[in-house]
């Protein structure tokens, strides 16, 4: 259940990402976040997983504000 939420909320940002709405996608990366790190403290994903995946997030959301 956990995962699952992990993972809608890191495809809600990557979606807004391609659809290249940096507003959006900066406001459900937020949202992301914490649903990632929740998911890491409970101990359902390793805590460099959740780092990588908002680091990668991260790095599109800088790449898409660069482009704007």
């Known amino acids: 259940k956990a995962t699952e939420k992990m993972r809608n909320a890191i ?3 990557r ?3 391609t659809a290249s709405d940096a507003k ?3 406001e459900a990366f937020k949202d ?3 649903i990632i790190d ?3 403290q409970a ?3 390793k805590k460099q997983t959740a780092a990588r ?3 990668r ?3 599109a959301i800088r790449k898409l504000t660069k482009k704007a």
Do not use: D, F, N, W
């Open 43 to 45: 101990g359902v994903i």
């Open 32 to 34: 992301a976040q914490k």
């Open 24 to 26: 959006g996608a900066a």
């Open 53 to 55: 995946y908002k680091t």
């Open 11 to 13: 495809k809600k940002t």
């Open 15 to 17: 979606s807004l990402v």
């Open 57 to 59: 997030l991260a790095a």
């Open 38 to 40: 929740k998911t890491a």
